[in-house]
């Protein structure tokens, strides 16, 4: 069975400081991995993918995320980060098996102070 | 361009009343997904579609069911609404490669009264 764990509930980081947001999966076959990010009321969007290749993953926003196949974790970074990236995050698996559906983390909600 | 697009955004409801939640996927996108997301809680996974068939199934109950058209817009019913179907529901569209990353609509916010 996929799933994947965001062990912090909540993440606090002053506005300029670097921000990790932390998700470590388990997977039965390849791992195909994401980040999603959502603000009050709105839908999931999109924000990087590691599917092969470097384990350095770079997305949108200035975001990127490390992909460590022996601690199978996919930590979200972010070298400086801003009050508006104050949000949830959730990292997400998508099934190997059937190609459909993907399993989200419990969400790590993001606070920037500035 | 263009997006996953949602309706109504948002829906009152008495107890025991039907809703039914329209979905109209991004172009060529041939995989959607209906997930409930409750207060404070992550996206659970309710049905999925692939190609107008019933691809996986999640916690859907009984009383909700959901279909995709001929024009792959997808529509979810959902009939003796209860409160704890107050939610937040969201369609997102992909398609069906393991390597593709699905994006979403802005949801429909359910109140159920």
């Known amino acids: 069975a996929q799933s994947v764990a965001q062990p912090e509930d909540q993440v606090n980081v002053a506005e300029g400081n670097p921000l990790t947001v932390k998700c470590t999966y388990s997977?039965?076959?390849?791992?195909?991995l994401f980040w999603y990010v959502q603000y009050p009321n709105r839908g999931l969007q999109f924000l990087l993918k590691?599917?092969?290749?470097?384990?350095l993953v770079k997305g949108s926003y200035g975001f990127e995320a490390e992909f460590n196949k022996s601690q199978t974790s996919f930590h979200l970074k972010k070298p400086s980060a801003l009050v508006s990236d104050s949000a949830l995050y959730f990292c997400?698996?998508?099934?190997?098996?059937?190609?459909?559906?993907?399993?989200f983390g419990s969400g790590t909600k993001l606070n920037v102070k500035p | 361009a263009a997006g996953v697009i949602q309706s109504p955004r948002h829906l009152i409801k008495e107890k025991r009343e039907t809703a039914t939640l329209k979905c109209y996927p991004i172009?060529?996108?041939?995989?959607v997904y209906w997930y409930q997301q409750g207060p404070g809680q992550d996206p659970q996974f309710l049905i999925s579609?692939?190609?107008?068939?019933?691809?996986d199934k999640g916690s859907i109950p009984d009383r909700f069911s959901a279909q995709q058209f001929s024009d792959y817009h997808s529509e979810l019913n959902m009939s003796s609404l209860e409160l704890g179907d107050s939610a937040l529901y969201f369609c997102?569209?992909?398609?069906?490669?393991?390597?593709?990353?699905?994006?979403f609509g802005q949801g429909t916010r359910l109140t159920v009264v």
């Open positions: 997977v039965s076959g390849n791992p195909y």
């Open positions: 997400a698996v998508r099934d190997g098996g059937n190609f459909n559906k993907f399993y």
């Open positions: 997102a569209s992909s398609l069906a490669y393991q390597n593709t990353e699905a994006f």
């Open positions: 579609f692939y190609e107008k068939m019933q691809s």
């Open positions: 590691y599917i092969t290749g470097d384990n």
């Open positions: 172009p060529r996108h041939d995989t």
